[in-house]
């Protein structure tokens, strides 16, 4: 008999933790903290005070609205003069993309 509850407990859909039933993944509060960003990145995502998410998306968009990703690897993006102030580099990769901008937030 304890054979069949191992045996079924591991087919089995994994139960939801206790308390979590029916509601959602919590949002890190840090992270929709409104951040002010720098002169040279208010030059691409605006000057008012936006959360990180919002910042990283209007990057985003920028980036793809300038076909600024390079188009044999898609993860480096290929910064222009604004984007170059804000990264200090040419070329960054889209993982190190958060470490130059954090720099620009305060």
């Given at each position: 008999?304890?054979?069949?509850?191992k045996t079924a407990a591991k087919g089995g859909a994994k139960a939801p933790a206790k308390g979590e039933e029916g509601t959602a993944r919590k949002v890190n509060p840090a992270l929709m903290k409104p951040m002010t960003p720098s002169?040279?990145?208010g030059a691409v995502v605006g000057t008012k005070p936006l959360p990180r998410t919002e910042v990283v998306s209007k990057v985003w968009e920028y980036?793809?609205?300038?076909?600024?990703?390079?188009?044999?690897n898609?993860?480096?993006?290929?910064?222009d003069d604004k984007l170059q102030k804000v990264f200090g580099t040419d070329k960054v990769t889209m993982f190190e993309m958060n470490k130059h901008l954090s720099k620009h937030l305060s």
């Amino acid at each position: 008999m304890a054979k069949e509850t191992k045996t079924a407990a591991k087919g089995g859909a994994k139960a939801p933790a206790k308390g979590e039933e029916g509601t959602a993944r919590k949002v890190n509060p840090a992270l929709m903290k409104p951040m002010t960003p720098s002169k040279e990145l208010g030059a691409v995502v605006g000057t008012k005070p936006l959360p990180r998410t919002e910042v990283v998306s209007k990057v985003w968009e920028y980036i793809k609205s300038n076909k600024l990703q390079n188009p044999k690897n898609g993860r480096e993006i290929l910064a222009d003069d604004k984007l170059q102030k804000v990264f200090g580099t040419d070329k960054v990769t889209m993982f190190e993309m958060n470490k130059h901008l954090s720099k620009h937030l305060s």
